[in-house]
């Protein structure tokens, strides 16, 4: 069956840098695109990211633009996100998903990053 589950996360300061990864089994990974999502406590979910089933078509969202990058490997079946420059509010649990079309169709069970000093 799908199986999406994110790595990497972890306590950080502030104007520091982490990668976290989704390794993804169960289905072909590279014939899909994928997404970046968190959710702060207490908040809804926030869109981060989306990529390509070919590594293209990045977009990002405002509030990581010039900060977060996704990427993918897909001999690795594994979707990364780098992310830099990490502020207060960027404290979450990362979710990882697998699109099909415009539906996010399995997620992860995320991984918590906090940015304290």
């Known amino acids: 069956q799908v199986q999406l589950v994110e790595s990497g996360g972890g306590l950080v300061q502030p104007g520091e840098s982490l990668q976290i990864s989704c390794a993804a089994s169960?289905?072909?990974?590279?014939?899909?695109?994928m997404t970046w999502v968190r959710q702060a406590q207490g908040k809804g979910l926030e869109w981060i990211a989306d990529?390509?089933?070919?590594?293209?078509?990045?977009l990002y969202a405002d509030s990581v633009k010039g900060r977060f990058s996704i990427s993918r490997d897909n001999s690795k079946d594994t979707l990364y996100l780098q992310m830099t420059s990490l502020k207060f509010n960027d404290t979450a649990v990362y979710y990882c998903?697998?699109?099909?079309?415009?539906?996010?169709?399995?997620w992860g069970p995320g991984t918590q990053v906090t940015v304290s000093s």
């Open positions: 998903g697998k699109r099909a079309a415009a539906t996010v169709i399995d």
């Open positions: 169960g289905f072909t990974f590279s014939d899909y695109a």
């Open positions: 990529i390509m089933n070919n590594g293209g078509g990045v």
